[in-house]
């Protein structure tokens, strides 16, 4: 059969199964799962002219992933595993968009996604229990079931400062960096943000940059990366392993492959601890947060480990105000999302990196020149990169402009925060899923394991509804409150919201509620839950039969 969507971008199309929206890892594994394994007639709509998703659009210096290679690559085939070699522990960002490249050809992909096409808007037609798609080239999309792929960290976050369209430099957010690249040699340049993106930039921006100014508004914890390239004899482990690794990435709350070690901080003596410490600082990376069971349930363990990397700081950069500056950190260790390194704090040591700290003094405007501070003091520069971050888990969904029942639009629905029902369908929102939306486990974990159980439990969850001729699944209202009711209890026993400038808890955007988004409950028990709904009938959605949807009509 011809697709439906591949002819010259139509203004109209012959209806399709599913629409799926964007081409990143969860959008191409959901295209894969609807079409090769059900046999329905699927479009996956991208923005983008390629594959990758925020691995498209996130071309910054120095931006790698915090998860180790072997465990940030799908996980559902063999074959796809083993064709694919990792060269670094922590792959680049370009290493990252040649496996989803990969990917994408090895399972013929391509064909059924447009790229180069924005969702514009979608809306649910009741009388035909279908979604209509508009994209902003003219095109119009039918389909039965529509499917969010839009990631959890992909509508940029510039912050409105007055004066900045006067700036007569160059300025930049990291999440939409030129393809071509910044020539940052003899330039002077501001990075504002210090989160996991500025932390890797900051260090690759200093080796070519005439100066780097970074402007610190939360001072923030980070442990070395100690990336390295791969040896052939670990990969060979890592391969040799892969039963294992996948086996601890499936039962571990993150689903990175490493266990949380099953003790308290106060098991052990100080200086035991003190040496456990410094062995997982050694070890690096994300991995430093496993050393005890109770480092984000405890504030009283989490301040052993947060006073063990504030000395770190301190022990690292030279100059004592600066290192008071960057050791000055008002929330617990990984209360956000803790960032890993290459070199960061030691940057700070280079002749040509100041730091300055714009909590006590804010940036006030942007000038045609540079960045003018509350206090006065002016910061001429040549280019300004915003590693501000993003409009986190809602910013992507809701500029769908995605209209339910009744015409009832998303932004509507979530006006007091994101209310759904495993983080996967919103009640007034039929035969919509968005995949690792917010109240899932997703952006606390190994990316690639809740986006493979999302993707497979929609996947049955549709072949279910089409083996048992239900033509409509909607969550109900009441099993979305005990959900939403779920996720705050699950976060209310961490000290995950001890952080309040989080983006977690949308705070990092003006005006955006606050409320905690993503699944603190871990992804193990999240995955059991979601089965068990499933097992259940699908428990607390509404299964609507062909035979009944036409009666009521
Ligand atoms: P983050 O973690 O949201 O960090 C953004 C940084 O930018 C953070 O330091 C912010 O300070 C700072 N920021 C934001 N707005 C401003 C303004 N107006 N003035 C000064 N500083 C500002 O984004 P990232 O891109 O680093 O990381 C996002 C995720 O991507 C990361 O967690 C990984 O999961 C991958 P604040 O803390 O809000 O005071």
């Known amino acids: 059969m011809p697709n439906a969507a591949t002819s010259a971008h139509p203004t109209e199309t012959p209806a399709l199964d599913a629409i799926i929206i964007g081409a990143g890892l969860s959008g191409m594994y959901q295209l894969h799962c609807l079409r090769d394994r059900l046999g329905l007639r699927a479009q996956v709509l991208e923005a983008a002219d390629g594959v990758g998703g925020t691995w498209y ?59 180069k096409t924005r969702v514009t808007g979608a809306e649910y037609d009741a009388a035909r229990n279908v979604w209509h798609v508009s994209t902003d080239d ?28 006067s700036f007569a430099g160059k300025a930049y957010h990291t999440g939409l960096w030129p393809h071509e690249g910044v020539d940052f040699r003899g330039k002077r340049v501001a990075q504002i943000g210090t989160g996991s993106t500025g932390i890797q930039a900051a260090p690759v921006i200093a080796e070519t940059a005439g100066h780097l100014t970074v402007f610190q508004r939360t001072a923030n914890y980070s ?46 003596s100080d200086e035991e601890r003190r040496r456990i410490y410094e062995k997982q600082w050694e070890v690096g990376g994300l991995q430093f947060r496993a050393a005890f069971r109770d480092i984000l349930l405890d504030k009283k363990a989490n301040d052993t480990a947060a006073e063990f990397l504030k000395d770190k700081i301190r022990s690292i950069v030279k100059d004592p105000k600066t290192a008071a500056i960057l050791a000055d950190i008002d929330h617990p260790y990984a209360a956000k999302r803790p960032p890993i390194d290459s070199h960061y704090f030691e940057t700070f040591n280079r002749d040509n990196v100041s730091l300055v700290d714009v909590r006590s003094d804010p940036i006030e405007a942007v000038t045609p020149t540079g960045i003018r501070l509350k206090s006065g003091a002016e910061h001429a520069v040549d280019i300004i990169v915003f590693a501000t971050g993003f409009d986190a888990m809602t910013g992507s969904l809701i500029k769908l402009n995605i209209k339910g029942r009744d015409g009832l ?47 497979e439990w929609v996947t049955d969850c549709i072949a279910h509804m089409r083996k048992n001729g239900i033509a409509r699944i909607e969550a109900k209202p009441e099993a979305m409150d005990r959900w939403v009711a779920h996720v705050n209890d699950a976060a209310k026993a961490t000290l995950l919201p001890e952080a309040h400038h989080s983006w977690y808890l949308g705070a990092n955007v003006p005006g955006k509620p606050r409320v905690f988004m993503p699944y603190a409950g871990g992804m193990a028990r999240f995955r059991d839950i979601c089965n068990d709904v499933a097992a259940k009938g699908y428990e607390g959605f509404e299964l609507t039969g062909a035979e009944r949807q036409a009666a009521a009509e």
């Not at 929102?429 to 968005?434: D, E, G, K």
């Open 138 to 165: 003219g095109g119009r999309f039918t389909a039965t079931y529509l499917i969010t792929a839009v990631g959890c960290l992909s509508t940029a976050n510039v912050p409105q400062i007055p004066g900045l369209e």
């Open 57 to 115: 659009w996130n071309r910054y210096p120095g931006a790698r992933c915090d998860s180790e290679s072997h465990s940030y690559c799908f996980q559902f085939s063999d074959e796809l595993l083993k064709e694919w070699e990792w060269s670094e522990r922590y792959p680049q960002q370009p290493e990252i968009l040649r496996y989803m490249n990969f990917v994408a050809d090895k399972l013929d992909l391509k064909r059924d996604i447009r790229f």
């Open 223 to 268: 442990v070395p990366a100690h990336n390295a390239p791969l040896s052939p004899e670990r990969k060979k482990e890592l391969m040799d392993r892969i039963e294992e690794t996948r086996r601890v990435m499936r039962s571990t709350p993150n689903g990175h492959p490493f266990q949380i070690v099953d003790r308290s901080v106060f098991d052990v």
């Open 409 to 455: 639009p998303l932004a509507k629905a979530w006006e007091a925060g994101p209310r759904n029902y495993l983080g996967i369908q919103v009640s007034g929102f039929p035969n919509m899923f968005t995949l690792t939306g917010p109240g899932s486990p997703s952006v606390l974990c190994n990316m690639p394991v809740p986006i493979e159980q999302h993707v």
